[in-house]
């Protein structure tokens, strides 16, 4: 025998359900316009009661989430590693500028003890290219 009563339950959760996956929804979509760069118009086209769906945001959306919020975008699932990628540019920088300054700093003292090496050479009578006697 039917129940409307059961129908009716029925319903009421499909509601209830309904508006909890619309609140998650519009609580993603809002948290994702935080960002300054982010546009409204950015966001897919969604009916009320369905869920955010991240395929469906465009290429430079992505881009612009990973930038800016890459716990969303690991949360949508296309976190690509950009900031990882991006602390190993500026680390690999770093470690180059320290080399080049310890390089440097190694030919700033040879070329002095070559100055040193000249001068004593041409004070002394020897040729300060060679370091033979000038006869």
């Not at 009563?5 to 009421?12: G, P």
Request: charged letters at 30%; hydrophobic letters at 30%; aromatic letters at 8%.
């Amino acid at each position: 025998m039917f129940d409307p009563n059961e129908l009716d339950a029925k319903i009421a959760r499909s509601h209830i359900n309904a508006e909890k996956v619309e609140e998650e929804a519009k609580a993603l979509e809002n948290k994702l316009c935080e960002s300054y760069e982010f546009n409204k118009s950015f966001l897919p086209a969604r009916t009320w009661g369905q869920p955010f769906d991240p395929s469906k945001l465009s290429m430079t959306a992505k881009f612009l989430i990973e930038k800016h919020q890459p716990h969303v975008a690991s949360y949508l699932g296309f976190n690509t590693g950009y900031h990882s990628r991006q602390e190993e540019i500026e680390q690999a920088r770093k470690e180059a500028e320290a080399r080049m300054t310890e390089q440097t700093e190694k030919l700033r003292e040879q070329n002095a003890e070559q100055r040193r090496l000249r001068e004593w050479r041409s004070a002394n009578n020897y040729n300060v290219g060679t370091g033979n006697p000038i006869i």
